[in-house]
Nanobody
Framework: QLRIVESGGGLVQPGGSRTLSCAVSGSTLDDYAIGWFRQVPGPEREGVSCIRSGDGSTKYKESVKGRFTISRDNAKNTVFLKMNSLEPEDTSIYYC??????????????????WGQGIQVTVSS
């Protein structure tokens, strides 16, 4: 059974950095997409960044380009989201999810099928 566990959240000051980790276990696929999403007001989750496990192709939300970096360690089945220059507007619950390989190109909630529980990131002084 697929299991997704996020870690690394917490409180960080504006301008600071934080790295989130997403450990995936139980997947039978060699090539799949992993995405980081965050809760926005209401029920929606916006795609922050997505990566394809096979070749490392990535996609980013426009507002995080140049500040966030997604990467993967396939040997450990773990994906990282390095967040720099954090802003109060980045405060949210961050979720990790998996989907079919090409889902990384779209990086929206509806094409990702398996979700972690989410982890809080708060940017505040």
């Amino acid at each position: 059974q697929l299991r997704i566990v996020e870690s690394g959240g917490g409180l960080v000051q504006p301008g600071g950095s934080r790295t989130l980790s997403c450990a995936v276990s139980g997947s039978t696929l060699d090539d799949y997409a992993i995405g980081w999403f965050r809760q926005v007001p209401g029920p929606e989750r916006e795609g922050v960044s997505c990566i394809r496990s096979g070749d490392g192709s990535t996609k980013y939300k426009e507002s995080v380009k140049g500040r966030f970096t997604i990467s993967r360690d396939n040997a450990k089945n773990t994906v990282f989201l390095k967040m720099n220059s954090l802003e109060p507007e980045d405060t949210s619950i961050y979720y990790c999810a998996t989907g079919e390989a090409l889902a990384f190109r779209i990086c929206t909630r509806d094409v990702f099928t398996n979700w972690g529980q989410g982890i809080q990131v708060t940017v505040s002084s």
